[in-house]
Structures are given as C-alpha cells and as structure tokens.
C-alpha cells in the first residue's frame, strides 16, 4: 500500500511523505521497523572519521573537484549567526514520497517548490520517508528519472558566510538497510584548506538512521561536502549537522 502525505517545505525545512522504496520486498517489513530514538554514531574519533566496523579503507586521498560557490560575498565576515557550539541541520529536499513523480525530480538548485539551494542533488531523483526523510539512488530507472550508470551524489554547501566561518564537526546521516550498494558510500569533506578528507561507508551496518561523523574541519567560508554513489545500486542521502566550534 501507498500512502502519499504532501508537506510543503521552504528554506532549508524538510517535507516528506510515505512511499515505496524501490526495495519492494522490504516494504512491510519498514513499516513494522522499531523505531529507534537515537542514531548510530559509527566513528571511533574525530581526529579519525572512520566508522568502526566498516572494512573499507578510510584513508584520506586527494581529489580534484574544486569547492562550489555558496554564495555572492566576496569577503568572509568575522561573526556569524552561529555561537559555539551551536548545530546548524541542512535537511533534504522536500519530496511527495511517490518515487515516480517526486518534486522536485531534478534537481535545480533554486530554491523553489520545496528545493534547498544547500543540499544539490546530482542525478539522484528518489526519495522516501521512515522516521526521517531521505533521497536515494538506485538500479532501477523509471521515466524522467538519471541513468543509475551516471555521476550521482548530493552536495552539502551550508552558507556559512551567514552562519560563520570556521571550524565545524561534520555529521552527515544515512537509513540503514540490507538492500544498500555492496560497496561503500564515499563522503567527501572539503575543507577551505588542505587536503580533503574521505571517508568510505558501508550503508547496510548500523539501524534505522545512522550518522557518520566526519570529524572537526576548518570550512572557513567556502568548504563543503560530498557524498556520492561511484556505482549503480542504492546509497542514501540524509540530513547533515554542523556544530560550529569557532574559528
């Protein structure tokens, strides 16, 4: 059974209703899931953001994406909206929750119809809700929607010109589940200087929502996340936390 529930978003809120995930043969069981009041927080340290019983390499390497552009200043202001210790939640996209007509599909990055111009879809056009909302790829591809065989993950760009320069401890959220990608997730952290950091997931360890905590980095006023599917299966999308801890 279907239940589609339409909640309008703007901002940066999330909005989201009940749908089927493409894992069809796990869809009663979801709904009869335990729900679980806090998540798993699968890293051993900060100064080593790697989840404990993941048996991907975690080791830190070099990439060449250049940071995005997250926003018109050109200066980066001294103070912020944020106080230490302060979280700053980037949810996802607002969805119908109906995986064939999810709005918005694409992603445009405007603003507009639910869209959060910090959370910036790339090819990843599916989305549900249990106990949190969520986007997700997957193998199967139904009219209108990315080929699974392309580039596809989702950019956290907060705007921290407005919320502050500096450091912050980075978690990023996920729903476990047996049907996600055989390979592991890459989670990218791009601070504002140095080199990038990536951390790789196995998505089916842990329960419910899990968060990975990608440690404390200086973001300064233009870093950024990156957290991408580098297959053709099923890797999730959740929300994001920066704890601002000051310059």
């Known amino acids: 059974m279907r239940i589609v529930l339409l909640v309008l978003l703007s901002g940066c809120a999330a909005t989201g ?18 729900i679980a009041e806090t998540s798993v927080d699968t890293n051993a340290t900060d100064a080593a953001p790697v989840e404990t019983d993941v048996a991907f390499d975690t080791t830190p390497e070099a990439t060449t994406d250049a940071p995005l552009d997250v926003g018109p200043d050109a200066g980066c202001p001294a103070k912020g909206s944020l106080a ?15 995986e064939a007509t999810t709005l918005p599909k694409l992603d445009a990055n405007d603003g507009k119809a639910g869209d959060s ?5 790339n090819n990843v056009a599916r989305a549900h809700y249990f106990l949190e909302n ?8 139904e009219t209108g929607e990315p080929s699974p065989t392309g580039p596809q993950w989702v950019d956290y760009a907060p705007p921290l010109r407005k ?10 959220y996920y729903r476990q589940s047996d049907n996600r990608a055989p390979y592991p997730a890459v989670y990218t952290v791009h601070p504002a200087s140095g080199a990038d950091v990536v951390v790789k997931v196995d998505q089916r360890k842990g329960k419910d929502f899990v968060k990975v905590d990608l440690g404390a980095h200086d973001l ?3 870093g950024w996340v990156r957290v991408e599917d580098t297959g053709n299966d099923s890797i999730v999308f959740g929300k994001a936390e920066f704890v601002y801890l000051g310059k």
């Open 17 to 34: 209703t009940v749908a089927g995930e493409d894992d069809v043969a796990t869809d009663a069981a979801e709904t009869t899931d335990p």
């Open 220 to 222: 300064g006023c233009t």
């Open 84 to 98: 230490i210790g302060e979280t700053w939640t980037l949810e996802v996209d607002a969805h119908t929750g109906d």
């Open 134 to 141: 969520y986007w997700f790829t997957s193998k199967h591809q």
């Open 163 to 172: 919320l502050g320069a500096g450091r912050y401890q980075v978690g990023v």
């Open 117 to 121: 111009p910090y959370f910036r879809r």
